[in-house]
């Protein structure tokens, strides 16, 4: 299966700090990767559809001027978390995938603490 | 409705015993259908897609009725190393990549 790293895996920050996270594809070209943001006991939930070479889609409720994705080249989406506030505090976790009916193989996440 | 509607459990069953989640999902077009298992601050790691002919994978047995929307896993012979927490996946729309996630069952098996 593909394999996703993600960095940093924590990251502690002040309010209204960005923080910048990055989902790299190590073992093949990743065209769409996906964004997930889950808070504790609750479940994954779509923030974004990071398309390579254009413009990431956001889902409703989603700030895309908050949460700035650029997905640059094959390998690697960033997630950019602006002006960071304390209910910012989640875990956000990079997804990308073979095709519709395969799995998705999910980064190992970062935890995000804003103080 | 919920998209995906899971019971949050948790379930504490001992060492050896055999245990059932059960899921329903809301949009009756969804196509694809996943068990992800989750450890506690860990990202999730898919434990086998579910066919509508229904599916064994050594211990686990996951199956799909889509007239009543459901889905289920049956784990056998439980064992410690299968505490986690069980999400239900569904893709809800043909040609998309887009999973809809459960809140996931807790399972805690015990010595």
């Known amino acids: 299966g593909a394999v996703v790293s993600q960095h940093p895996s924590r990251v502690i920050c002040k309010s209204g700090t960005s923080v910048k996270i990055e989902c790299r594809s190590l073992?093949?070209?990743?065209?769409?990767m996906f964004w997930y943001r889950q808070f504790p006991k609750q479940s994954l939930m779509l923030m974004a559809t990071?398309?390579?070479?254009?413009?990431?889609?956001?889902e409703q409720g989603v700030e895309k001027d908050k949460f700035l994705i650029n997905h640059a080249s094959l390998t690697l989406s960033t997630l950019t978390v602006t002006s960071a506030h304390p209910e910012d505090s989640s875990f956000y976790i990079c997804?990308?995938?073979?095709?519709?009916?395969?799995?998705?193989?999910f980064g190992p996440g970062t935890r995000l603490t804003v103080l | 409705r919920k998209e995906v509607e899971q019971d949050p459990g948790p379930f504490n069953v001992p060492e050896g015993a055999t245990v059932a989640f059960n899921c329903t999902y809301s949009?009756?077009?969804?196509?694809?259908f996943f068990w992800y298992r989750q450890d506690c601050r860990k990202e999730p790691k898919l434990l086998m897609s579910?066919?509508?002919s229904g599916n064994e994978d050594g211990r686990f047995t996951a199956q799909l009725n889509r007239a009543s929307q459901y889905i289920s896993l049956l784990i056998r012979d439980s064992k410690l190393s299968d505490s986690a927490t069980y999400l239900c996946?569904?893709?809800?729309?043909?040609?998309?990549?887009?999973?809809?996630f459960g809140k996931g069952t807790k399972l805690s098996v015990i010595p």
């Open positions: 997804s990308t995938t073979l095709s519709s009916y395969n799995e998705q193989f």
């Open positions: 073992d093949f070209q990743a065209t769409t």
């Open positions: 990071s398309n390579e070479g254009s413009k990431a889609t956001y």
């Open positions: 949009n009756s077009a969804s196509q694809s």
């Open positions: 579910v066919y509508s």
């Open positions: 996946v569904v893709n809800q729309r043909a040609g998309s990549y887009q999973l809809t």
